[in-house]
């Protein structure tokens, strides 16, 4: 048995015991956990095969109005600290994957944005799609490029907006998944259990443990009313979905193969030696052939082949002005403001965002989201922001057009 294994068995059989016996001590065994991940992990899997996928070409409209069309959440520093969402989350993979091995897929309306925000990754290394669609498309054109530059690949799929609170677990909890799915064919999602009943994410029911902390996916239910939220969460067989994913290029392509337009294949059978350009060239032309098909409907659902691993990194989704209340510290009777200007009197609850150079001045709000972003003023109250936000959108798109949008 190579050292890896041997240590990393070590490892699962003790915390097993004291899970049982001393959940105490199981931290303890952190440190020890970490250096037999990033120092025995080539014993097991070659690091050199690790890839990843950015997904950024979402127009973010739930954060709307700071989030807009031309400019969406993802590319956006909310908090003042120098760094996108999107750089951000390029800068916590790049201590685990090459920067050559990264890759983004993002919208053309996007394109010199990112290569703006991101100049140190590789032209080739951006997937430029000539029309919106869901996140399928996007991860079935990654797959192709990547099992093309590498067959023994395996890959990460992450979002551009999240918020990691516990950095060092989530190495972690992604070193392991790499290896999980390097020797699996199957898609490894990671999971965080629920702290509230929110209506807003995607839920994932665990089946049989098929390794420590690794499932079998049950069922999965995407945004459901509070009820079903509640009962989920009571129940403690439900995991938020993070919409991290990770497989390798070899499934990933077979599986998309079987679910989408045979565009890739066609492509492959037009032209026996692959040409990145190419291949753009072809994708470009081709591209609207896709469905809109999110990775959660396409796969997820299916539960064929897809597992959930627990994790305990500390997650949030920033892609709605309710979840990221829930997530950042309250300051004074629960407030959150967020790198703003702002005198608040008499108000409780409430997130607060607002432009440089502007000072607001609130009294008497309890529970609502303030935004103000160029020529648009948000008031709204914050309890499951994400339908009314989208609901303003498209009402202001019809009856004002989209310079406010």
């Not at 443990?209 to 009962?231: C, H, I, L, Y």
């Not at 709000?365 to 303030?370: A, E, H, K, P």
Request: proline share 4%.
């Amino acid at each position: 048995m190579c050292k890896y294994c041997y240590l990393l068995t070590l490892f699962y059989s003790i915390s097993y015991y004291l899970r049982r016996n001393n959940p105490v001590c199981l931290a303890d065994l952190k440190f020890f956990y970490t250096f037999v991940c990033v120092n025995y992990t080539s014993d097991k899997m070659n690091t050199n095969n690790n890839y990843c996928l950015i997904l950024a070409g979402g127009r973010g409209l739930r954060l709307w109005p700071y989030s807009r069309m031309s400019f969406p959440k993802q590319f956006v520093d909310f908090f003042g600290v120098g760094r996108s969402q999107l750089q951000q989350t390029f800068d916590r993979f790049a201590q685990l994957i090459d920067t050559s091995h990264i890759f983004v897929s993002t919208n053309e309306s996007y394109a010199d944005i990112v290569r703006n925000q991101l100049p140190e990754l590789p032209s080739e290394n951006i997937l430029v799609e000539p029309i919106y669609r869901s996140t399928a498309p996007s991860v079935a054109w990654a797959s192709h490029r990547i099992l093309r530059l590498c067959a023994d690949a395996n890959i990460v799929v992450t979002p551009s907006d999240q918020a990691i609170q516990k950095e060092d677990a989530f190495q972690r909890d992604i070193i392991r998944g790499l290896e999980f799915v390097s020797r699996t064919d199957g898609m490894l999602t990671l999971g965080v259990k629920p702290t509230r009943p929110e209506p807003g994410y995607g839920y994932i029911q665990m089946g049989k443990e098929v390794e420590n902390d690794v499932f079998a996916v049950q069922s999965f239910t995407e945004k459901p009313d509070r009820g079903f939220a509640q009962m989920f969460m009571k129940s403690g067989e439900f995991y938020w979905n993070t919409g991290l994913f990770l497989l390798n290029a070899r499934f990933a392509f077979k599986r998309f193969s079987e679910l989408l337009p045979p565009v890739l294949r066609q492509y492959d059978a037009e032209n026996p030696q692959f040409d990145i350009h190419k291949e753009a060239a072809f994708i470009r032309k081709n591209f609207p052939l896709y469905p809109n098909l999110s990775i959660e409907h396409g796969i997820l659902e299916s539960t064929n082949d897809v597992y959930v691993m627990q994790c305990h990194f500390g997650w949030a989704d920033l892609g709605t002005w309710h979840g990221m209340y829930e997530t950042m510290r309250k300051g004074e009777k629960d407030n959150v403001v967020i790198d703003s200007d702002v005198i608040l009197e008499d108000s409780s609850n409430n997130i607060i965002k607002l432009a440089k150079g502007k000072l607001g001045v609130i009294n008497g709000l309890d529970g609502f989201i303030v935004v103000e972003k160029d020529n648009v003023l948000l008031i709204c109250k914050k309890e499951d922001s994400s339908a009314k936000v989208r609901k303003y959108v498209n009402e202001v798109r019809l009856k004002k057009g989209d310079g406010f949008v």
